[in-house]
């Protein structure tokens, strides 16, 4: 009887004992951020000063950091925007990689292979911030919502990651699809995309989290603050450190949060969505990557 491999054998207990205090290590190290971030947020005045400005655990939690910027109304608004973005940005870019994909994918489409090069190649070589610039500005999309997502419509990345997980995709049921009579469109629909969840949620949320993170081309094309996505709030007054919540708003005698209390709550309020989406698609994240990149 041949010996097993030794990737085969049981762990030894100091290999078990070392592998859970490196978990541990590395788990502390991710939590402890979310941690100061969300105890600092809801922490008093007082707190925050004697500590430092940042606070591991509050003993007088309070959340008037958050009643103070729900009614000035500046995060609010920048929230909403985020969200319209990201929802439609989503849809829409999801859906231009999914036909795109499918068009790459199928070796019968004339000029496949040429323009997939000329993709990749934008990929290599991206244009700089001043000819998007430029383009933006040409096509009359400044200061307008339609600048935060056409430019970053599609990207090449999600793009290849689909177009692998189409090719992995046995070439008979194409082939009886089409002996039933169904053409390309009916193909999409009723085959790829039901045996494609896995990729189009991966997809999906990469192109999420890019829409709900970005702050940059807002800053570059939005000239009109009340259209700020919350991502450029969030910057804006984390760098300039001031008070998001508009004084008239506030009654006389209303409890004032610190500057880096409210900073930490819009940093919670920026990051709650994600967080919470992550789970529901974690599921998909090994099978939808990992068969994606199987072909290129």
Same mark, same amino acid.
């Given at each position: ?27 502390? @190290? =991710? =939590? ?11 922490? $008093? ?5 004697? *500590?430092?400005? #940042?606070?591991? #655990? ?81 096509? !009359?999309?400044?200061? $307008?919502?339609?600048? @935060? %997502? ?7 990345? *999600? ?8 090719? $992995? ?19 999409? #629909? ?12 991966? =997809? ?7 829409? #709900? ?6 800053? @570059? ?31 006389? !005698? ?34 939808? =990557?990992?068969?994606?990149? %199987?072909?290129?």
């Amino acid at each position: 009887m041949s010996a097993r491999p030794p990737w085969k054998e049981p762990a030894r207990v100091p290999t078990r004992i070392a592998k859970a205090f490196a978990l541990v290590v590395v788990v502390a @190290l =991710v =939590v402890m951020p979310f941690l100061v971030v969300v105890s600092t947020s809801i922490a $008093s005045p007082r707190e925050v000063t004697e *500590n430092g400005g #940042w606070v591991l #655990w509050p003993t007088e939690p309070t959340l008037s950091a958050y009643e103070q910027i729900w009614q000035g109304g500046i995060v609010t608004r920048a929230l909403l925007v985020s969200a319209g973005v990201t929802l439609a940005g989503t849809a829409l870019s999801l859906a231009t990689t999914t036909l795109l994909a499918y068009a790459l994918a199928r070796p019968e489409v004339v000029g496949g292979r040429p323009l997939l090069m000329l993709i990749l190649f934008t990929f290599l070589f991206p244009p700089g911030m001043i000819p998007a610039y430029l383009v933006v500005k040409n096509v !009359g999309l400044l200061d $307008s919502y339609a600048s @935060l %997502i056409l430019p970053v419509l599609l990207n090449v990345f *999600n793009l290849v990651v689909m177009r692998g997980f189409f090719q $992995s995709i046995p070439a008979e049921l194409f082939e009886a699809a089409r002996l039933d009579g169904a053409g390309d469109w009916r193909i999409l #629909w009723r085959v790829v995309v039901p045996l494609s969840k896995a990729a189009l949620a991966v =997809v999906g949320l990469f192109y999420a989290v890019g829409y #709900w993170n970005s702050w940059f081309t807002g800053m @570059l094309y939005l000239q009109d603050t009340t259209k700020w996505p919350l991502q450029l709030v969030l910057r804006t007054y984390v760098t300039s450190g001031g008070v998001l919540a508009d004084p008239s708003a506030q009654s006389d !005698g209303a409890f004032a949060a610190a500057p880096q209390t409210i900073q930490m709550a819009v940093v919670v309020m920026a990051t709650l969505p994600i967080v919470l989406v992550y789970p529901f698609l974690q599921r998909y994240f090994v099978r939808g =990557v990992m068969t994606g990149a %199987i072909k290129t």
